[in-house]
């Protein structure tokens, strides 16, 4: 196929960035990636898999020339890494990111784009438990969900190109305002990473007389709890950005936890078969 993005800089070659550019020089879609981070030593391993074609812990240096910038840092890094660049784009850059939180993101970035640059808000619905360079891969995105938060200031050329490099992914692409989307993944993934975050550190510091209750874990709580693995920075920054969402969304299951421990207590046996059943059918339902 011919070159969509000739000079393509990721900033932060991580799980979700390394992938990108793996996906997009597979696809044969990039000229030459440079890939920006702070550490030496997960560049060197972003350079000596293939990933990039130039590496820089100089992030003015790295944006230059760029026809596209996809940053995929912490949340919370998004905007001040945009305000850093933002005098160094090139005139008609894309800047697009993968960040798992958007209201605030879209709203920051959008304003510190200069003239003739363009910000275009994404979060690929794909990832594992792993971090860094040397845990992404080309197919992480195949046949997943990438959600684009256009808003009435989004370019629409711009966007159209966003859209289109993530479909060479493999991925579905679909948009939806910030907001929406912030309250949706409050709910299907922000909830679910503190709830196992919280079950795991509850578990963790049970005293049972003085057992280490975590040694007799089995498959049950191992698979509830993989996500609790995840990098703990990336997911503080996430609950603080989507914080108004997730509180939300947590009162709604300390509600739902209330409401169970509730028929327990009474031994309710017939509201707590209709509790489990309800949740079953919800559960069995999702494809
Ligand atoms: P990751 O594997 O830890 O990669 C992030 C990379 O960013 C690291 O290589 C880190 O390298 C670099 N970095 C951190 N702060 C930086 C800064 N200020 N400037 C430049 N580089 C910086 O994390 P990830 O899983 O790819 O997540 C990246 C983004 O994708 C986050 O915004 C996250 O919300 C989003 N996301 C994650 C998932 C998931 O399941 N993991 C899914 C969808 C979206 P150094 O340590 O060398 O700086």
Redesign the pocket.
Known sequence: MTTMIDRLAI????????SLARALREAGAVGSVVG????RA??EDALSLGICDEITQD?LEGVQGAGMVFI????C??P??VAEIAPALAPGCIVT?????KTAIVRECEALMPAGCHFVGG??????EH???A?SFATLYRGKRCILTPTEHTDPAALETVDRIWRLTGAEVCSMEPGHHDRIFAEISHLPHVVAYALVHAVGTADVEGENVLSYTAGGFRDFTRIAS??PA?WR??ALMNRGALLASIDGFSASLDELRRRIDSGDQAGLTEFFTTAKQFRDGIV
């Open positions: 900033i932060g070659v991580g799980l979700i960035g390394g920006i981070g702070r550490s997960n560049l992030v995929s840092v912490p949340v890094s998004i001040a890494v990111d993968g960040g798992s939180v979060h690929p619905i794909a990832g594992t971090s860094g360079a845990s995840s990098d990336m920054d996430i």
